[in-house]
T-cell receptor, first 112, second 114 residues
């Protein structure tokens, strides 16, 4: 069965620092990959997704992610974080035709 | 705007008293999901409907049931809520097929069990 791991439980950064959140999945077949964000008190929102094509995917709010098939990874990046990026970030994997599997989440705290 | 709507946003119930949470969608997606999310944890899939076909996750307690009377609406019934069922319940929708794999989430209903 597919499993998803996220490298960090809690990341604390200062504003303008660069961000990279790690995500690895276990199943090597055809996958769709997602990053969702959950701001405090709000619902899950899609940041970006990868289905096929260019492995470097750009999403909303300046986020991007790179799919590296050989490493089973889909790391999320942002060159300069803002206080408003404070949220919980979830990586999710969807094997073609199967259900989503979410990672455990990474809490990002950005200090002003 | 097309969206996923959940009512109520907050629900308080008593231990053992049945409760129903509702979800509606204007996206016309054929797949609807119910997730349970506890504090600081990932959403946990309870079950989903693929059109009218109900698919229960193996570890979903019998206490949780669902109904989907039509494409737009889906209900989560908790027959006898326990204290451990206090959580955020998320509804999501998606379309069939590889290109439609994105799930769209509602705002959730936070359930408190007294």
């Amino acid at each position: 069965a597919q499993s998803v791991s996220q490298h960090n439980h809690h990341v604390i950064l200062s504003e303008a620092a660069s961000l990279e959140l790690g995500c690895n999945y276990s199943y090597g077949g055809t996958v769709n990959l997602f990053w969702y964000v959950q701001y405090p008190g709000q619902h899950l929102q899609l940041l970006l997704k990868y289905f096929s094509g260019d492995p470097l995917v750009k999403g909303i709010k300046g986020f991007e992610a790179e799919f590296i098939k050989s490493k089973f990874s889909f790391n999320l990046r942002k060159p300069s974080v803002q206080w408003s990026d404070t949220a919980e970030y979830f990586c999710a994997v969807n094997n073609y035709g199967q259900n989503f599997v979410f990672g455990p989440g990474t809490r990002l705290s950005v200090l002003p | 705007d097309a969206m996923v709507i959940q009512n109520p946003r907050y629900q308080v119930t008593q231990f053992g008293k049945p409760v129903t949470l509702s979800c509606s969608q204007t996206l016309n997606h054929n797949v609807m999901y119910w997730y349970q999310q506890k504090s600081s944890q990932a959403p946990k899939l309870l079950f989903h409907y693929y059109d009218k076909d109900f698919n229960n996750e193996a570890d979903t307690p019998d206490n949780f049931q669902s109904r989907r009377p039509n494409t737009s609406f889906c209900f989560l019934d908790i027959r006898s809520p326990g204290l451990g069922d206090a959580a955020m319940y998320l509804c999501a929708t998606s379309t069939q097929g590889r290109s439609g794999g994105t799930q769209y989430f509602g705002p959730g209903t936070r359930l408190l069990v007294l």
